[in-house]
């Protein structure tokens, strides 16, 4: 892959969704470089929103369609950063 691709989803609830986005990065584990997941906590909350950022590996196009199927779940956005000859 002459390209570094990095996702960014927003869980708008992860708590709701997360079953449904594990699966999926699941299905794709083996084009998942690199994964790291954010939220909000302090010592009196723990935000139900969350980042993830992926850093992806392998056939440009199994992770793009990685990319649509997590953004067709309701509460989940995704942007995409494509790094030419990275």
């Known amino acids: 892959m002459g390209k570094r691709i990095v996702f960014g ?3 708008g609830n992860r708590f709701v969704e ?7 990065f699941t299905d ?6 690199t994964r790291l997941g954010l939220h909000e906590v302090d010592a009196t909350s723990c935000s139900p929103k969350g980042l993830i950022l992926l850093e992806m590996f392998g056939d440009e196009a199994k992770c793009f369609e990685m990319a649509d199927k997590l953004s067709a779940i309701e509460g989940v956005g995704i942007q995409k950063m ?4 990275a």
Do not use: P, T
């Open 18 to 24: 997360a079953g449904a986005v594990q699966k999926i």
């Open 28 to 33: 794709y584990g083996c084009n998942i470089k």
């Open 9 to 11: 989803v927003l869980l």
């Open 82 to 85: 494509v790094f030419e000859n």
